[in-house]
């Protein structure tokens, strides 16, 4: 198993700044992602961060908005840009393990005034 | 598209009854399908998984079938508890591809 922390747990912030969220593990991994849940939807992955290379987003995420670090295999960062009130979200960090089992981070609540 | 579908946004069991939260799918081409628990104000928690070779996977309180020609799979947990009130979501997968979560079910387990 893997025990991954959050940082920050939750943060108010005002239009227009930039926050940064850290995840830190305890083990090594190789694989971490990055998942908002926003009111009453889904969990949404935003990207996959593997050290070494550059992010990999999905869909509708973009690096300038959603800037993510790897410098270690365990330990990661996301950047919410620029936010605007449709970003208030919880962030989750996750990773995967080498028997495919995947875990989650307690989440960042963000919301954007 | 959704691909996966949880089409029960809630559910409410008395304590000691079976729950049964229910989830479809489009994709065909998934191949692993999990089970995820998530408290308020916390992560979600793995819970049980099943691959496509299999229609059925048990874990103690926790069984979940799949039903590959209806793209359909099922979590029952017997016999529930209070302690079981939490958003469940199912989620799929292919290969070690990302996963797709479906929406969640709240369920509720009163005494």
């Known amino acids: 198993s893997a025990v991954i922390s959050q940082k920050p747990s939750r943060d108010i912030c005002q239009r227009g700044t930039s926050l940064t969220i850290q995840c830190q593990v305890d083990?090594?991994?190789?694989?971490m992602f990055w998942y908002r849940q926003q009111p009453g939807q889904s969990l949404t992955l935003i990207a996959t961060?593997?050290?070494?290379?550059?992010?990999?987003?999905e869909s509708g995420f973009v690096i300038d908005k959603f800037p993510i670090s790897r410098p270690n295999l365990t330990f990661s960062t996301l950047t919410v840009s620029n936010m605007s009130p449709e970003d208030s979200s919880i962030y989750l960090c996750?990773?995967?393990?080498?028997?495919?089992?995947?875990?989650f981070g307690p989440g960042t609540r963000l919301t954007v005034t | 598209d959704q691909q996966v579908k949880q089409n029960s946004p809630s559910l409410s069991v008395q304590e000691g009854r079976i729950s049964i939260l229910n989830c479809d799918y489009t994709?065909?081409?998934?191949?692993?399908f999990l089970w995820y628990k998530k408290y308020p104000a916390e992560g979600p928690t793995f819970l049980i998984s099943?691959?496509?070779?299999?229609d059925k996977n048990e874990d103690g309180r926790f069984t979940v079938f799949l039903n590959k020609s209806a793209k359909h799979l099922s979590l029952h947990i017997v016999p529930s508890q209070p302690g079981d009130s939490a958003v469940y979501f199912c989620?799929?997968?292919?290969?070690?591809?990302?996963?797709?979560f479906g929406t969640g079910t709240r369920l509720q387990v009163f005494p």
């Open positions: 994709n065909s081409m998934f191949d692993y």
């Open positions: 989620a799929a997968g292919k290969d070690t591809d990302k996963l797709i």
């Open positions: 083990s090594q991994v190789t694989m």
């Open positions: 996750s990773v995967e393990d080498l028997g495919n089992e995947q875990y």
């Open positions: 961060a593997n050290q070494g290379s550059e992010a990999t987003y």
């Open positions: 099943i691959s496509s070779i299999k």
